[in-house]
Each structure stands twice: as structure tokens, then as C-alpha cells.
């Protein structure tokens, strides 16, 4: 008899197992794609140009952006804008968002793929942590500004790129930026993966009955340029010792393209995916007490409200 796992080890499963495809257009969406630049965010944008989305790539790099909205939009006959913002400036995401709802009448898909593994401890210029405010803190705060539009363009879908690095740690609201805990670059990106799977489970309430779904997934365990700012040691050590063992990041484009167009989806919010199947978090990122402190001070700190905890001592 074949023994199933915990739901805590399905990952291991769930990495080996057939992932769901689908055929279904995207044809006439708006799709908003974070961090599309690279890797995951990049097979993502392509996967939707080939369904016939209409594209906006956001991105820190318009040259970067530029070369690939020209490879993309012509082999796939779509349009793609470019607006520009580095996430580890909440000040850019706002004004990014403003550039998407002046020339966006209509989003039927956000993607937030953005993202970083830094092992040394950074902050930002408004003195967040960094791999904190890039992974949650600035994806957060756009989709909270775009919510209104996507209620409006309802049906439409939130799918926000997370990981079961989640699995490598929870977060200590009391020590935001490290300053009483050890640094490393495992537990801060665990750190911000749970604060944005907490967050998915906030948004997904909120939600019920508008028309807006969110859920989370994992792209897979792929070959990308995350952690290549770790210097020419670490990127030695990614290219010899962990590259053998990923996997071509199309599967995670393919993934995201079924979770943003299979019909089967539609209505179905608030879960986490494993590329495309359903999967069990961490017990830590299912702490709705957790999550709502989370929710609490994350809208504290990108300004959405007024600050009703502090980031720390
Ligand atoms: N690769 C994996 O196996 C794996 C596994 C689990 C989860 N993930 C998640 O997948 C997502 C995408 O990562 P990836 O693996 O595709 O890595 P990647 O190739 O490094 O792509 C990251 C993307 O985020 C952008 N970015 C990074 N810092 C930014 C900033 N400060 N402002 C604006 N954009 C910024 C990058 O822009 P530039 O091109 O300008 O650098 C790039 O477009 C991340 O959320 C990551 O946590 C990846």
C-alpha cells in the first residue's frame, strides 16, 4: 500500500508531479506582470503574450524591459507597456500604480513575481529591510492600490509569486529589521514569503463576493537569476552545486498561465499552489492571528493607514 506523506513534506510530492496545463485564452485581459524582467515574472509575461494577453510590464530596468517588450511583442502580435519602479521604494510603487490606473481602464490580472534573496542584511533608503520591502511590503501595496480597479474589471485574479522557502522560517513582528536575531538570508526570505502568504489569506477575505480572487504559488525550483547579488562565490556556488538540480523556469510561465486563465480557477481564492496543485503551508503561514497583525502593520508601514505598531525596537 502506497503511504502518503504529511501535508507538511507534500512539496517533495508535489515537485515531481504532473502539473495542469491549459488552452484557454487570454485574449482581450489586461495583465499586469511585477518583476517580469527575469526568471519566473519573464516566463510568465511570454506565456501570456502567446494566450493574447495585453501586457504591462513593471519593472526597475526600462532598458532591460525594452528589449524584451520588442522580442515579445512582435513574435506574439501583443501589446506591452512599461512602467517603471524599484521596489524598494514604496514612493515608486505609488507612483507606478498611478501610471497603471491613468492608462489602464481595466486590470484582469496582477502577477507579483518580484523578488530577492540578499545574504547580507540591506535597508532600504526609508530604512526597511530590504528583502522585507521588496518581497511583501511593495507588492502588497500596489495590489491594495489596484484593488478598486480589479473589483471593476471583475472577474479577474491576484497571483502573488511566493515559495516554500516560506517552510525556512516565520516572522518576528517585534524585530522587522534584525536587530536582536541573527541575519540570515534563508530566515529573512522565509520571513517576507510568510508575511505575504499571511497577507494572501487577509486579501482573500477582504475579497468574498467582489469578483477577485488571490492565491499564492510556488514557481517551482527553477533556474533564474534570483540571489546573483549574492557576489561571484555564491553565484559560483548557484551555478556548479544548484543548477544541476532546477528546472527550466518555462514550467513556472506555464504554471502561472493555468492559474491565471483555466476556468476551473475561476472563483477559487485564497489558496497556495504548488506550481499548479493545490499544497499545504507551513503551519506558521496559516497563523491568521499572525496574519492579521501582519496585515495590521504592513498597511502601517507602506502608509495605507495610520502606523498602529511600530516596525521595532
Ligand atoms: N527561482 C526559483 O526557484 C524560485 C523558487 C521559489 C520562489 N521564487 C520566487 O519567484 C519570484 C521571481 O524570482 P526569480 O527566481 O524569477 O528571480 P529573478 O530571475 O532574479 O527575477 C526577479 C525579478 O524581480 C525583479 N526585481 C528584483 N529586485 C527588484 C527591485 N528592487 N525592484 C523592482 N524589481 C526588482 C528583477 O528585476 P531585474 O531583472 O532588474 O533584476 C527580476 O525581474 C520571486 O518572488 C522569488 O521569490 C523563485
Not at 18 to 44: L, N, R
Not at 232 to 256: C, H, N, Q
Request: proline letters at 4%.
Amino acid at each position: 500500500m502506497k503511504r502518503e506523506l504529511p501535508d507538511q513534506l507534500m512539496f517533495i510530492v508535489n515537485r515531481r508531479a504532473i502539473q495542469k496545463t491549459t488552452d484557454a485564452s487570454m485574449q482581450g485581459k489586461v495583465c499586469v506582470v511585477t518583476g517580469c524582467t527575469s526568471g519566473v515574472g519573464f516566463e510568465a509575461l511570454r506565456r501570456l503574450a502567446r494566450g493574447g494577453a495585453q501586457l504591462v510590464m513593471v519593472c526597475r530596468n526600462r532598458q532591460k524591459a525594452e528589449a524584451i517588450r520588442e522580442q515579445t511583442a512582435s513574435r506574439y502580435g501583443v501589446r506591452i507597456d512599461i512602467v517603471t519602479a524599484d521596489f524598494r521604494d514604496l514612493g515608486a510603487v505609488r507612483a507606478a500604480a498611478g501610471v497603471l490606473l491613468d492608462g489602464c481602464p481595466r486590470i484582469d490580472l496582477l502577477i507579483n513575481s518580484v523578488g530577492l534573496h540578499s545574504t547580507t542584511h540591506t535597508t532600504t533608503a526609508a530604512g526597511l529591510e530590504t528583502v522585507f520591502c521588496v518581497n511583501h511590503l511593495a507588492p502588497f501595496l500596489l495590489t491594495h492600490l489596484l484593488l478598486d480597479r480589479m473589483k471593476r474589471s471583475a472577474p479577474s485574479r491576484i497571483i502573488q509569486v511566493n515559495s516554500e522557502g516560506h517552510r525556512f522560517g516565520s516572522i518576528d513582528l517585534d524585530d522587522l529589521d534584525w536587530k536582536r536575531r541573527r541575519y540570515t538570508g534563508l530566515r529573512s526570505y522565509g520571513a517576507s514569503k510568510t508575511a505575504q502568504l499571511l497577507s494572501v489569506w487577509e486579501f482573500a477575505d477582504r475579497l468574498e463576493g467582489t469578483g477577485v480572487t488571490i492565491n499564492a504559488m510556488h514557481p517551482g525550483d527553477v533556474r533564474t537569476n534570483i540571489g546573483n547579488n549574492n557576489g561571484p562565490l555564491y553565484r559560483l556556488f548557484k551555478r556548479t552545486v544548484v543548477w544541476p538540480m532546477l528546472k527550466d523556469p518555462v514550467i513556472s510561465g506555464e504554471a502561472l498561465y493555468f492559474l491565471a486563465a483555466a476556468p476551473e480557477l475561476a472563483g477559487v481564492s485564497g489558496r497556495f499552489f504548488h506550481l499548479t496543485i493545490e499544497e499545504k503551508p507551513a503551519a506558521h503561514a496559516l497563523d491568521r492571528e499572525l496574519g492579521r497583525r501582519v496585515w495590521e502593520l504592513s498597511l502601517a508601514l507602506t502608509g495605507l493607514a495610520p502606523a498602529a505598531f511600530s516596525p521595532g525596537p
